[in-house]
């Protein structure tokens, strides 16, 4: 079992603005690890979130910063990385040039709970500057990941040094080396699947602020989505009436007679459909433009006398758009929409692939 420890560090970043569109991000996290059926805690002590998660297997420990990329990318090499056996696991970097011992990495780092515990819940280890410490110099590859300080490998060495500074994740290496147990540095399997955007500095973090623009309008102007992420299977097979986002061909399966509403808010996608979606010869088809997080001209595009089938799909819960809008702006939305078409449709029934969850109110101590 693996479960998700978010320390909430986001009283440290650089500015407000920072603050929100990180918090926004890992609002969606959240969303997606709960949907995952991963166990979430969140606090601003990872000592505090590592004893609470003991009875798991192993724990990924998490900066808000940090996103998840590429679909199911980085759980697919993080299911690949605990079958090894090792103590921690993570981004491992050497900062003997400051004369400081070797760091492991807020941004994102996996404990295995069994050494763990052997260990007797030992503490990470925090920055500590102008401390002198003696300790087993690592054994690292020649090789590095990009810069310098970014070894591929290390392990415990057999000398000790005297270094002046302590980073994060000291004492947990530390007591890796010491009693021999594996480090493992993330490959590039868990590297090209995460994003992290230094949210504590704004020079770094405007250097990757690009990524977080290109993807909500790329998602808006130019992302046509050409099959469904759900399957039709116990979806309402006698509705009059089908209104179902601009993106694959789901609702084929869904009305013999009667009337598809397509709507989207990316122009192209809808220009798409209207284009190549096929017809059945009974049927009447409408394209509606509308965003639906923040505005509802799409009531006025559905017949309220007819049986109607509402596919919402993931619209309050899109990776496309999360950076941009708080999850009580998305709840709200979503809320309202709903008891819209409630009120104006007799016969009605509303599909979600996935919600806007209200419980990570509940769960991230930034709210």
């Not at 978010?6 to 009283?11: H, K, R, V």
């Not at 759980?75 to 900062?95: I, M, P, S, T």
């Not at 869904?254 to 459909?273: A, H, I, M, P, R």
Request: glycine share 4%; proline share 3%.
């Amino acid at each position: 079992m693996i479960a998700f420890c978010i320390i909430d560090d986001t009283d440290h970043y650089a500015n407000e603005e920072i603050q929100t569109t990180i918090r926004n991000i890992a609002d969606y996290t959240i969303e997606n690890l709960l949907i995952k059926q991963y166990k979430v805690f969140v606090g601003k002590d990872q000592d505090i979130l590592l004893s609470k998660a003991w009875q798991y297997d192993h724990v990924v420990v998490m900066s808000p910063g940090t996103e998840y990329i590429n679909g199911r990318g980085f759980f697919n090499a993080l299911n690949e990385l605990v079958k090894q056996d090792f103590f921690v696991a993570g981004h491992v970097l050497d900062r003997s040039s400051y004369n400081a011992y070797y760091e492991l990495h807020h941004q994102c780092y996996v404990v295995n709970m069994a050494h763990y515990k052997r260990l007797r819940c030992p503490t990470v280890g925090a920055l500590a500057r102008n401390i002198q410490h003696t300790q087993l110099d690592p054994v690292r590859s020649v090789a590095n990941f990009h810069d310098e300080h970014t070894p591929k490998t290390v392990s415990a060495g057999t000398t000790t040094r005297t270094y002046s500074n302590k980073c994060h994740g000291w004492n947990l290496l530390k007591l890796a080396f010491e009693n021999n147990l594996p480090v493992v540095v993330f490959d590039e399997n868990i590297r090209n699947n995460k994003k992290h955007y230094y949210p504590e500095s704004e020079v770094d973090y405007y250097k990757e602020v690009e990524y977080i623009d290109y993807k909500f309008n790329y998602c808006k102007e130019e992302f046509i989505h050409t099959d469904n992420t759900e399957s039709s299977a116990g979806m309402y097979r006698e509705a009059q009436q089908v209104v179902v986002p601009a993106s694959g061909m789901l609702y084929l399966n869904l009305v013999e007679k009667g009337t598809v509403v397509f709507y989207d808010y990316n122009q192209k996608s809808l220009d798409y459909w209207k284009e190549h979606c096929p017809r059945k010869a009974d049927v009447t088809y409408k394209f509606v433009k509308t965003d639906l997080l923040n505005d509802f001209n799409l009531i006025d595009s559905i017949d309220p006398k007819l049986n109607t089938f509402v596919n919402l799909s993931n619209i309050f819960s899109y990776e496309g758009t999360v950076s941009k809008y708080s999850l009580k702006h998305r709840l709200l939305a979503q809320e309202n929409l709903v008891n819209l078409l409630s009120k104006r449709i007799k016969n009605l029934r509303i599909n979600f692939a996935h919600r806007a969850n209200p419980n990570v109110l509940k769960i991230a101590t930034w709210h």
